[in-house]
């Protein structure tokens, strides 16, 4: 069956560095997309992979494995601004978008 | 250009009242999607539509319907409300066969249905 699984929430310090992981099992792959979500707003894109390997950009950077399932969401230098949720999201093979629950990011002075 | 908009942003309806949620979008994306957010669950989709005159049933379909006379709207009908539609609803769009699948969401409308 199709499953995504992340951190329910994770704690980190300001200016510290923090990895936000995913796992997933879906019916065919066609990529994983990471999105941020404030409190009370709309999720808004991040990040796209569809190939293995790393993909920087900014103080953001997101790793894709395809053959282990297993993505994750790097972010540098954390501001206060970046308290926030993370969702990760799989494209399966019928171009259908399977979302996992969110992991919520608090970050401390 | 004011991307996606929905409406109302938030309503308190009384259980067995129908209630339409607006969607608008201003990108000329073909495909237009409805999405319940609950508390601990991912993103649920309720209803989609890949392009107008076209719709389609996502994972949590019963209890809602939708229409897609146009490109640009997209609205979703609680027949009857039960209380546990109480959700904040997305709608979201994105160009099919464009940049990376990437979908593109309004504000919400948190309902509450008591």
């Known amino acids: 069956g199709q499953n995504i699984d992340q951190p329910t929430e994770m704690t980190a310090t300001e200016g510290a560095i923090v990895q936000i992981n995913c796992t997933y099992q879906?019916?065919?792959?066609?990529?994983l997309f990471w999105y941020q979500q404030h409190a009370g707003e709309a999720p808004t894109f991040l990040s796209y992979?569809?190939l293995d390997g790393l993909e920087e950009k900014g103080r953001f950077s997101s790793f894709l494995s395809r053959s282990k399932g297993y993505s994750y969401l790097l972010l540098k230098e954390l501001q206060m601004k970046d308290s926030a949720s993370y969702l990760c999201a799989v494209v399966e093979g019928n171009y259908q978008l399977i979302w996992g629950a969110g992991t919520k990011l608090i970050i401390k002075p | 250009i004011a991307g996606i908009t929905q409406a109302p942003t938030s309503q308190i309806l009384a259980a067995g009242r129908r209630m339409t949620l607006r969607c608008t979008q201003d990108?000329?994306?073909?495909?237009m999607y409805w999405y319940r957010q609950d508390l601990g669950l991912g993103l649920r989709l309720i209803h989609y539509s890949n392009t107008a005159g076209t719709t389609g049933k996502g994972e949590v379909p019963d209890g809602y319907s939708v229409s897609r006379a146009n490109t640009d709207d997209f609205p979703l009908t609680l027949a009857s409300a039960v209380p546990s539609q109480t959700s904040v609803y997305f709608c979201?769009?994105?160009?099919?066969?464009?940049?990376?699948?990437?979908?593109?969401f309004g504000p919400g409308t948190r309902l509450t249905v008591l």
């Open positions: 992979n569809v």
């Open positions: 879906t019916s065919g792959f066609n990529g």
């Open positions: 979201a769009s994105k160009q099919l066969a464009g940049d990376t699948d990437t979908q593109y």
């Open positions: 990108m000329r994306h073909n495909a």
